[in-house]
């Protein structure tokens, strides 16, 4: 898996956090996605420039959890929106 901090969100994408939770446009196709809380802390987290390991150790201090199963979701989460083409 490449680094996450060489990766950029799609150009063509317009969010907005609104309640702990973004929504995200993709402009070119007219999409629309909705990340719960700590999907939106995942992605504010990457577009910070924080490596993969970062965002793990902090929502796993965050909500007191295991760094392990946290890092398993994220490299799913990761792994959806690149696939949803979001994120590269």
Do not use: C
Not at 16 to 45: C, K, Q, R
């Amino acid at each position: 898996m490449k680094g996450v901090e060489n990766e950029r969100a799609n150009p063509n994408l317009v969010w907005n956090t609104f309640d702990e939770e973004a929504t995200i446009l993709d402009v070119s196709t007219g999409n629309y996605f909705s990340l719960n809380p700590v999907a939106t802390e995942v992605w504010n987290g990457l577009h910070q420039g924080r490596s993969q390991d970062e965002i793990v150790e902090i929502i796993a201090q965050k909500y007191e959890t295991d760094p392990e199963m946290v890092k398993a979701d994220v490299i799913e989460l990761i792994a959806e929106l690149r696939e949803s083409k979001l994120w590269s």
